[in-house]
């Protein structure tokens, strides 16, 4: 039997659905709106390039590209 596993009273994480520069990449559901959502928890120290990542994909505006909704 699997735990749930839920971030900030907030995400469940339901399974990992791939893996990025910085960590794991999770198929959540965010049990406020309780729509689906993908998250990525970096396992990296690297808070200058990470927040440089961030900077640029919340600028990015296309259909194939997956939006930026929070970040924390």
């Known amino acids: 039997m699997n735990k749930q596993v839920v971030l900030d009273d907030r995400f469940k994480l ?5 893996e990025g ?4 990449i999770y198929l959540c559901q965010d049990l406020l709106s309780r729509k689906y959502c ?3 928890l970096n396992r990296s120290e690297e808070t200058k390039e990470i927040d440089s990542e961030i900077s ?3 600028q990015l505006n296309h259909p194939n590209v997956l939006s ?3 970040c924390g």
Do not use: H
């Open 56 to 58: 640029i994909m919340k």
């Open 14 to 18: 339901i399974n990992q659905i791939g």
């Open 21 to 24: 520069g910085f960590g794991g």
């Open 38 to 40: 993908a998250l990525k």
């Open 68 to 70: 930026i909704y929070e």
